[in-house]
C-alpha cells in the first residue's frame, strides 16, 4: 500500500511539473512569437513608411513639375493669342494696304480708257486717227491737247494690242464712253474704262458665280446683279456669297 502511494504521488509530482514546464514553455513561445511578430511589424511599418515617403517626395515632384507645366502652358497659350492677334493685326493690315494700293491705281485711271480690236500698222500715228475717228464717226472734237498719252500695251497673243487713251479732262472720257456703242459698230473696236487687274479679277470672278446675272465697273467701284434683280457692290476681298446674303 505504500508502494503504490508513493508511485501515485511520484506520479502526481511529475505531472505537476510537467504541467509548471509545459505553461513556462507556452509563455516564453509565445513570448517569443509576439517579440518576432512585433519586429516583423515594426520592419513592415518602416518599410511601408519609407515607401509611403517615396511616394510622396514622388507626388510631390510630380505636383510641382506639373504646376511648372501648367504655367508654362498658360505661358505659351497667352504667347500663341498674341502672336494670333499681331498676326492678324499685320493681315488686316496689308489687306487694306493692298485695298488702297488698288484705290489708288484705279483711281489715277479715272481719266483713262482702253480700246481693244484697234487695227495695228506699222508706223501708225495713234493720236491723229484717234482724233480724226471721234470727229468723222461720232461727230467729237478733241484736240492733241486734249489728250495725255496714248499707246498700246501688251495683250493676248494674236490680237492687236489694246490701246490705253489718258484725257487730260473727264469730260472728254465721258463724251466718247456716251458714244462707243456708235464707235463699236462702225469700227469694230471695244471701248471702256480702263480696269485694274485686281477689279478686272473681281469681275471675272462674278461673271463665273451662278447667282451673280451681271457684273460692271463704275466710278471706282465693282457692282453686279443678283438674281433677284438687286444691285450689290463688291470690294476685291469679298467672299461673293457672304456678300449676297448682307
Known sequence: MDKIVKKY?????????????????????????????????VKMKESYDKKFEMVGRKMDS???????????????????????????????GVTEGIRMA??????SRKKNINIHNLEERRGEQLIPELLTTLKDKVG???NKTDIVAMHRIPGKKGFPRPVIVKFVRMENKIAILKKRKDLQKSIEIKIGDDITQKNQGLINRMHL??????????????YGTDTDSERHRFDIFDNINQRLKK
Do not use: P
Open 102 to 107: 488698288n484705290w489708288n491705281e484705279q483711281y
Open 140 to 142: 467729237i472734237e478733241l
Open 209 to 222: 458665280h451662278e447667282s451673280i446675272t451681271s457684273a460692271w465697273y463704275f466710278n471706282g467701284h465693282v
Open 9 to 41: 504521488d511520484i506520479e502526481e509530482i511529475v505531472t505537476n511539473i510537467m504541467g509548471k514546464l509545459l505553461n513556462k514553455w507556452k509563455t516564453e513561445i509565445k513570448k517569443e512569437i509576439l517579440e518576432e511578430v512585433t519586429k516583423e511589424r
Open 62 to 92: 510630380i505636383e510641382f513639375d506639373n504646376a511648372n507645366l501648367l504655367e508654362k502652358n498658360a505661358a505659351l497659350h497667352t504667347e500663341l493669342r498674341k502672336m494670333k492677334e499681331e498676326i492678324k493685326q499685320i493681315e488686316t
